[in-house]
């Protein structure tokens, strides 16, 4: 068996890149064929699977058409994608709906940003795709990682719910023992100058304007503790 998958751009602190790295590993323990179709951002020495093929391409619609064209020179592979490629057969909707973040964000009441990001190449070329994506592509499986991005794509394009899957991604915690845990705790506030007994808030991730930062920190500013605190953790 043969697996393409498409991936444009790439982050070394992404989720998605590790994510797909890790599936990668598991499928070559099956003897799995696997190639990477990406615009060359992604590293050689950081593809774990067989192949990778660099393609050339500077938006979002031109690399769905060059991993079309390429796609056309594998036709017993399985087209699994991260992009909203129309002749995908499996798309990982790992960054939502982008319509409806679109929606939610028009909902915010600035016009003017709302009508700079209508016309943002990048914007109407990604609805544009989605749009075929879900709705002209009949053999489509999407894979979701929360139920609200399930929601969203039967709200938003009535797509058939028995065609979509949601994983949650996973997640391994480290085995921590009481002292342990308390010392954890006790460094880490200490480092950071926060009281023992401080409420404190934690936001993990990446792509804070598409999580909800704004709302989170719109939020804690309600509070009435006045010794709370707010902290982000973000990979450099």
């Known amino acids: 068996m043969k697996i393409l998958f498409a991936r444009r751009g790439y982050s070394s602190s992404g989720g998605a890149e590790r994510y797909l790295a890790r599936l990668v590993r598991g499928l070559h323990a099956k003897t799995i064929e696997t190639t990477l179709l990406t615009d060359g951002a992604w590293p050689n020495d950081q593809w774990p699977g067989d192949h990778r ?8 619609a031109a690399f769905a058409s060059a991993v079309e064209k390429e796609r056309s020179k594998h036709p017993d592979a399985l087209l699994f994608s991260f992009e ?7 798309f990982r909707a790992g960054d939502g709906v982008h319509t409806a973040y679109l929606n939610r964000q ?14 943002r190449r990048h914007h109407r070329e990604t609805c544009a795709l989605e749009n075929q994506l879900f709705t002209k592509n009949n053999h489509l499986h999407v894979i ?5 991005v399930a929601s969203e794509l039967r709200s938003f394009f009535n797509f058939p719910e ?5 994983i949650y991604n996973g997640f391994t915690p480290k085995p921590w ?4 845990r308390t010392e954890a705790r006790k460094t880490v506030r200490s480092q950071l100058g926060i009281p023992p007994d401080a409420p404190l808030i934690l936001f993990v991730g990446s792509g804070w304007k598409r999580k909800g930062a704004e709302t989170l920190a719109s939020a804690f500013r309600q509070i009435t503790s006045q010794d709370a605190h ?5 990979h450099i």
């Open 53 to 60: 093929i660099s393609l050339e391409a500077h938006s979002p």
């Open 84 to 90: 909203r490629i129309p002749c995908a057969d499996v």
């Open 106 to 119: 028009a909902g915010e009441g600035n016009p003017l940003a709302t009508l700079f990001r209508g016309i």
């Open 144 to 148: 979701c990682n929360s139920k609200m």
């Open 162 to 166: 028995k065609r979509i899957t949601t």
């Open 177 to 180: 023992d009481a002292r342990e």
């Open 230 to 234: 707010l902290l982000s953790l973000i």
